[in-house]
């Protein structure tokens, strides 16, 4: 009897560490009023409970609410010491500028909202309550390991004059940009349900397959997320040339019908000036780009420049990190500057062509390493936008035929934040940093540099077998931290928890120093708190050169170097470490290639006077 027990219990706790997600399928009906901004919808959510626990309640985020005056976004607006300048108006002089919330702002018309109209589970109406943008639901039927229930829901929505990310009528007269527009159940996963009301930070959700019908003016193209299955009933240059169209307008509206395969977002933009391209990507996806006719002819000869580019982009990140698995893709203006959502992007159009280049090859890696690695971008902002902002880096260097330190800038950035005394650890969540720049610098430049300086730690064929080893093993699934850092570890056969814990959970800095030699022994003092493997280049007398590589005892390991003499580890907590030089010398460089993020590199180098 004990030993059944006993085996019960390990199978409970096996079951239990094992790695699940949640699935959520929504099927839509929208019906959009374009003159007044207001939409009303219907929703089917099929919800699979792929958890070992049992459910009594659900939540959805309605992001929409956040676009009113006194909600919890505009008084951490009105609170920021450095706000966004797009979610603020100066409304005092230029002596005295006064940053005021442009949600504060807005008139009951230009607001956003979702009201429930009406929510129910397999036919059952169920209580609920709303705070913020957050809805509170009690199930009628709880929901048991691995099995499935149903929602129903009916809603009303306005589209929020444009301030972030989603609204209405952009700075560059997009009239509909729909980012985060419907009623979205919060995503749960082995650390609970994670319904935090919005406050700016970006996103998270649970995957699933998407139906959406969009019923709108019939003068108006769509472009965003999903495969449109009508395009000769709908035309706007979806059509194929060799059928004839047959639109079915109906009180002067057309429905635009989507699906979009396991995703865990549903985006679109909607004009009634949009030009429209098409591009197939060699061995690679359709793409598709909508914008503003009224742009100026030379940005859109940049726009027309798009497909070769984008053939270089698929190219790189497909080889680099993985396949792009679905068949379409879009690029559309609209929105309030670039911002990536399942199988398209939104950005602001009216760029030179560097610019535009930049924002789409950026936006376009968030496929890799948002909408397929789909970490919580939450709570870690840095797994995203760092990774894109690495690999984006590389291949705009190319493109751009730039690459003047192109890192250099990063680590730049970098530094100012970590000599400012206002640097947060990268684990702090999005919406708990206390400066805006802080959380910008932390997430896209400290975190690229996470990346950057692993290839240094583990050497850049690990690195690189690392970022395909990753996308292999966590596409389709939401990833942590821990995640990437054990398949790196896999990758390099070196211990990396330490490097993981300092640069991310920590603002512990990096810098090391050459001890001026007395006698031919070479002396190296780690100023900094953060330990790291040491490359040292001498310099001899002789105009000979060697490089010298120091691992790091707590690596239980060294990278692969071919060309360099390797020495005993240094034990980490050891402020400094010394060995003999071979013969005379005259100058000694700590990381010759300054591929570490050393915060005081003018003491990295000793020159015999």
Known sequence: MKKALLLLVFVAISANAQYWQQKT???MDIDMDVKTYQYLGKQKITYKNNSPETLTKVYFHLYNNAFQPGSAMDVKIQNMVDPDRRVVTNVGTKEAPI??????????????????????????????????????VELAKAIKPGKKTSFEVEFEGQVPKQIRRSGRESKEGVTLSMTQWYPKLAAYDDEGWHANPYLGAEFYADWGDYEVNITIDKDYTIGGTGYLQNPQEIGHGYENSDKKLKQEVIDGKLTWKFKAPNVHDFSWAADNDYEHLKHQVPNGPEVHFLYKNSLSEERKTSWGKLPKIMDKLFGFYNSQVGVYPYKQYTVVQGGDGGMEYAMCTLITGDRNYESLVGVVAHE????????????????????????????????????????????????????NLATSGKEQPMTTHGDAFDYGFGYGISSYSKGSLFVFQLGYVIGKEALQKTLKDYFKAYSFKHPKPEDFIRVAEKASGIELDWYLNYWTRTTKTIDYEVIAPITNKITISRKGKMPMPIELKITYTDNSEELIYIPLDIMRGQKKLTDATV???????KPTYGFEAKKDFKKIEI??????????RTNNVWVKK
């Open 25 to 27: 399928d929504y099927k």
């Open 567 to 573: 020495l005993n580890d240094w034990a980490w907590a």
């Open 99 to 136: 940053n005021q919330s442009r949600i504060a702002m807005l008139k009951p018309e230009e607001e956003g909202y979702l009201k429930i109209k009406k929510l129910s589970q397999k036919g059952t109406e169920l209580t609920y309550s709303v705070q913020g943008t957050i809805l509170e």
């Open 591 to 600: 990381d010759p290639n300054q591929q570490m993020m050393d915060v005081d």
């Open 364 to 415: 376009l890696a968030h496929t890799w390493f948002q909408f397929l690695l789909a970490s919580n971008e939450t709570k870690h902002a840095w797994m995203d936008e760092g990774s894109t902002t690495y690999i984006s880096t590389l291949i705009e260097s190319q493109i751009l035929e730039n690459d003047e330190a192109s890192f250099g800038r990063v680590y730049n950035s970098y530094l």
